[in-house]
DNA sequence: TTGAAAGCGCTAACAA
DNA sequence: TTGTTAGCGCTTTCAA
């Protein structure tokens, strides 16, 4: 049996397909006695809006589309959970696309946006040149970068910049005596790995000491790897550059070798509402916030297409530290 | 300016809109010449099929629902991964929606689908009683439960059970000479929560043991609580229930008070494709195989709706185990 | 091998 | 305050 119409609705109620609509949208001043018939009726066929049709109609879907490099990582997470909430007050749903930082699966869904009805696009890119980005851009389409932006790239973004929190670190950390400070970096390329490197590199130079780094991967055993040859060279101290690295590492090397503990001091990422941080330090990241923004910023988009381009750059800010898993 | 339509290809083609269709969905022979004039207006107007039109037309939109209870856990990932990939070989698309193990959200969300028009439904539900849960399901729309099943209901589900699991690792653990071993139990009312509770109640029962239990919620300091609890009560060996729990208790505790390692063994969860285990034993779970099915399941209700209701039940497996952290 | 045209269910402009 | 109706863009039946 198929389910009933807005025209069987009209039907039992003796009324228009015009006025239901108006009565179920509020979108019209209808009579007391009207909605109230429209209403019986609309229970009594249990009627439901064809969403197909109606978003044909109005040309929209409610929906937005958010393209994760990993669903996986708490990071993300918490920035998808902003998201969906700042969203849902405006009656748009979040669709999530993992891309697991692979910029295949990530054109595959640039593709797929195509076929598919999206009225918005966030987008946490894997591709690090702006051209090769743009060219598989849909156009028309309401979009904001999160996390990541692209040199040379003029679009709507927030991001989180840390190269003033990682500086800062370095310099604290050989305040307190450390000299070989290591360091280990996240997946070439991305803006925000680029940026945090470039931070620790400055830093060791203005403190003279030579620096010690290690690049990962995004491999679960590539940061645990990278932490053991630090530790073979010498270092006292290791900066990890991202939160992933930093529990990977940490969870492996503290259930491994407990008396590394004494041995290293570590400076790590999390986000701002993280279960728990081994690290000593912690640099850490307003995931929360920036998922805020980018869903407020993309529904401005979606009602006034033509408003300027705006880039949010939020601040990372630094956890005095205690040493040890805390449960926040 | 509007994006073209199919009238506009099939006007600039010379043809009718039926053929443009045919040409596009493969769907009935068109002579090459007329293949040809279609596709170089396509290509000349750039022009996408509208979804929404479609989905209109055909009364299906592609999406598949799937509400989790924890989109952040390294369990239910590997479920949507396996879905993912499952679902998108025919073309269907997944849709995530994150409850945090709210009934409060699971049914906000049940009442989303009513208005959004999914052609599936994926559940793991955090509803324990079969009435109230049925009384929220949208008739009419396929479903599939995954990972946890309510008693009393008959409907299409995929499950994993870890009572034999569960029952030999306890009994593994007594005829190591442990005598004092406690459980963490997950969530009260949860399926698997219940099942594994009383594998473990049973075999302490049989080895005429008393048992320690202690229950957690689902905050993550609820775990590590728990743990330490169970030490001070002098159990030597802990079976905890899950994988988050597993997680959160050890890295807690692994971290805070290394030489706990020495003192308790630990026989935890794991699904088939977690990057590490800190526990010295794991119970496994298949949860990809389940996204496999699960995805296949539903896929073979869409397209034949009236098909016998289902249950399949997996079994999680256990691992012979090494001490300490192991990436995989 | 191709075309004409109905109609999916809804919204909203226009009319009353 | 309410109704009539065009038409969103597509698929598909029926006819040629």
Redesign the interface.
């Known amino acids: 049996m198929k ?1 009933a119409s807005i025209n069987d609705v009209a039907r039992l109620a003796g009324v228009s397909t015009a006025t239901v609509s108006h009565v179920i949208n509020k979108t019209r001043i209808v009579s007391k006695e009207t909605t109230e018939k429209v209403e019986a009726a609309i229970r009594q066929l249990n009627y ?6 109606r ?2 109609r109005t ?1 929209r ?1 409610g929906e937005i589309l958010f393209i994760v490099p990993d ?2 990582s ?1 990071f993300f ?1 918490s920035i ?2 902003a998201l ?1 909430n700042t969203l849902s007050e405006q009656d748009y ?1 979040l ?2 696309a ?1 891309t697991h930082e692979s910029w295949e699966r990530e054109k595959e869904y640039l593709r ?1 946006l ?4 999206f009225d918005g696009l966030i987008l946490a890119t894997t591709q690090t040149e702006a051209d090769v980005l743009t060219a598989c851009l849909p156009a ?1 389409m309401p979009t904001v970068l999160v996390d990541r932006k692209l040199a040379g790239l003029n679009m709507n973004c927030v991001w989180v910049t840390s190269y003033r929190a990682v500086y800062d670190s370095v310099l604290d950390l050989a305040k307190q005596g450390h000299q070989k400070i290591g360091y280990i970096a996240g997946v070439a390329g991305v803006s925000t790995s680029q940026e945090r490197l470039q931070a620790y590199q400055d830093a060791m130079a203005k403190l003279q000491l030579e620096p010690y780094i290690e690049r990962g991967n995004s491999l ?2 590539s940061s ?1 790897a990278c932490f053991s040859r630090l530790i073979k060279r010498g270092c006292t101290a290791i900066v990890i550059s991202n939160e992933t690295m930093t529990d ?1 590492a ?3 090397m ?3 070798q ?2 590394i ?1 004494r041995q290293v001091t570590v400076c790590g990422y999390r986000h701002d509402n993280a ?2 941080s ?1 690290a000593d330090y912690a640099i850490i990241q307003p995931s929360g916030r920036m998922g805020v923004i980018a869903g407020e910023r993309i529904l401005e988009l979606i009602s006034s297409p033509e408003t300027e381009t705006k880039e949010v750059r939020l601040k990372a800010r630094r956890d005095k530290g205690r040493a ?2 805390r ?1 926040y």
């Open positions: 389910s439901r809006p064809n969403t197909m049709a978003n044909l040309g879907t669903i996986g708490v997470t998808i959970e969906e749903q669709v999530l993992n797929l195509n076929r598919s009805n028309d679960p055993s645990p990977d940490l969870i492996y503290y259930s491994q407990p008396e503990r279960r728990y081994l040890g898993a449960h």
